[in-house]
T-cell receptor, first 112, second 114 residues
Framework: GESVGLHLPTLSVQEGDNSIINCAYSNSASDYFIWYKQESGKGPQFIIDIRSNMDKRQGQRVTVLLNKTVKHLSLQIAATQPGDSAVYFCAENIQAGTALIFGKGTTLSVSS | ETGVTQSPTHLIKTRGQQVTLRCSSQSGHNTVSWYQQALGQGPQFIFQYYREEENGRGNFPPRFSGLQFPNYSSELNVNALELDDSALYLC?????????????FGPGTRLTVL
C-alpha cells in the first residue's frame, strides 16, 4: 500500500491498496483529534477521533495513530475503494467541543 | 434525526454589501460553530455559540457577527463584504451535554463576492 512519512497534498492509490495519510498538528496542549473526509461540494464528514490519552484507535476500515512526541497524526485506510476519493483533513481541539484547528488537507485519489 | 442544514446553498453579493447565512443544528445539539473555508484550504474557525452567547472567536474582524436562537439555530452576518470573503461558510453543531467533541458539519453556503 501507499504510505507517506510527511504530509503530501495529494496521494494516488489503486483500489484495494492500503492508504496512509499523515498530518502534523500544531499545539502540544491539544487533547482531541479528528479526521474528516470532504467530498467535492460537501461539508466535512467525521471519520474517526482519538483523545490524547490514546495512541491508536480503530474503526471500520480506518485506524488513527497518534504520536504526541512528534505531534503527528496518521489515518490508515484499509482496502481503499473509489468511494474513498476525497480531501482528508486532520483537526485538533485544545478541549473537545471547542474551536477545531484544521491541518492541511490531502487529496486522495483512488483508481480502479 | 435531522442533520445540520444551511441556507442558502449559494449566494452572490457585491463588495460593500451585507449578508446573512443561516444554520439549523442537528436535533439535540446545543452548540453551533461557524467556519470559513477558502478554496483549496482547510476550514478556519470564526466563532462558536453556546446558550445564545458567543463562546470563543477566531481571528476574524468584528464585521463578522453571529446570533444563536433559543432553538439553537444560528445566523452568521458579514458586513461590508470584501472580495476575500468569497468562500464556503460551514456551520457545525455539537452537544456540550454529550461530553464529546464531535462536530457535525452542514453542507455549507458558497458565498461569492464580486
Amino acid at each position: 500500500g501507499e504510505s507517506v512519512g510527511l504530509h503530501l497534498p495529494t496521494l494516488s492509490v489503486q483500489e484495494g491498496d492500503n492508504s496512509i495519510i499523515n498530518c502534523a498538528y500544531s499545539n502540544s496542549a491539544s487533547d482531541y483529534f479528528i479526521w474528516y473526509k470532504q467530498e467535492s461540494g460537501k461539508g466535512p464528514q467525521f471519520i474517526i477521533d482519538i483523545r490524547s490519552n490514546m495512541d491508536k484507535r480503530q474503526g471500520q476500515r480506518v485506524t488513527v495513530l497518534l504520536n504526541k512526541t512528534v505531534k503527528h497524526l496518521s489515518l490508515q485506510i484499509a482496502a481503499t475503494q473509489p468511494g474513498d476519493s476525497a480531501v482528508y483533513f486532520c483537526a485538533e481541539n485544545i478541549q473537545a467541543g471547542t474551536a477545531l484547528i484544521f491541518g492541511k488537507g490531502t487529496t486522495l485519489s483512488v483508481s480502479s | 434525526e435531522t442533520g445540520v442544514t444551511q441556507s442558502p446553498t449559494h449566494l452572490i453579493k457585491t463588495r460593500g454589501q451585507q449578508v446573512t447565512l443561516r444554520c439549523s443544528s442537528q436535533s439535540g445539539h446545543n452548540t453551533v460553530s461557524w467556519y470559513q473555508q477558502a478554496l483549496g484550504q482547510g476550514p478556519q474557525f470564526i466563532f462558536q455559540y453556546y446558550r445564545e452567547e458567543e463562546n470563543g472567536r477566531g481571528n476574524f474582524p468584528p464585521r463578522f457577527s453571529g446570533l444563536q436562537f433559543p432553538n439553537y439555530s444560528s445566523e452568521l452576518n458579514v458586513n461590508a463584504l470584501e472580495l476575500d470573503d468569497s468562500a464556503l461558510y460551514l456551520c457545525a453543531s455539537s452537544s456540550r451535554l454529550a461530553g464529546d467533541g464531535e462536530q457535525f458539519f452542514g453542507p455549507g453556503t458558497r458565498l461569492t463576492v464580486l
